[in-house]
């Protein structure tokens, strides 16, 4: 069984920083893809950073340029470094993975980290 568990999120100011952390945990063989995504009150989810088992990035055109994704193999962790939060960055903050286990090859999400952006 394979778990994905979030952190870091929290109440910031605009223009602040936080730093999101996503732990994968279970019986794991590998993982290919670890990306965030986030959903807002009244809106579709959508794709904030993903990465790749091969070291490939991308980020949604919102967050280009303010938040890093980066990921530690070793610990079968992601990160997500958010600056210059904005109002509108406000969301529940999803960690997804396509992992490997033993005997099959799965998409898995954790339960999600509120971070709140407001004065």
């Known amino acids: 069984q394979v778990q994905l568990v979030e952190s870091g999120g929290g109440l910031v100011q605009p223009g602040g920083s936080l730093r999101l952390s996503c732990v994968a945990s279970g019986t794991i063989r590998s993982i290919h893809t670890m990306n965030w995504h986030r959903q807002a009150p009244g809106k579709q989810r959508e794709l904030v950073a993903g990465?790749?088992?091969?070291?490939?990035?991308n980020y949604g055109d919102s967050v280009k340029g303010r938040f890093t994704v980066s990921r530690d193999n070793a610990k079968n962790t992601v990160y997500l470094q958010m600056n210059g939060l904005k109002p509108e960055d406000t969301a529940v903050y999803y960690c997804?993975?396509?992992?490997?286990?033993?005997?099959?090859?799965?998409?898995?999400w954790g339960q999600g980290t509120q971070v709140t952006v407001s004065s």
């Open positions: 990465t790749t088992s091969t070291g490939s990035i």
């Open positions: 997804a993975a396509v992992i490997s286990t033993m005997d099959r090859l799965s998409d898995y």
